[in-house]
């Protein structure tokens, strides 16, 4: 069917496509961080974002290394959400 997309295309290119044309908030890079980690990692971790850096603050240890195991995947899921340009570098704490 010409002109449709796939729905498994569709709604990941739509949010995408909200996050990259709406201001900065808290709550717009939350709802990035849930959607690049995941609930579980979302509940274990806190994040906020300075400049470029999103700080993570790990709830244990255990989320701490297993963030910053994860580091380069989780940074190129938001850039692909946010822009290249919003988050460059992740620090991680516990």
Request: no cysteine; hydrophobic share 45%; aromatic share 6%.
């Amino acid at each position: 069917m010409a002109g449709f997309e796939p729905l498994a295309q569709a709604v990941p290119n739509a949010i995408t496509t909200l996050l990259r044309t709406t201001p900065m908030s808290p709550g717009k890079m939350q709802f990035a961080w849930k959607v690049a980690v995941g609930p579980a990692m979302d509940r274990g971790t806190f994040v906020r974002l300075e400049g470029g850096n999103l700080l993570v603050e790990a709830k244990t240890a255990a989320w701490a290394k297993e963030v910053s195991r994860s580091s380069g995947i989780i940074l190129n899921r938001l850039q692909t959400l946010l822009g290249p340009e919003v988050v460059t570098e992740l620090t991680v704490r516990v």
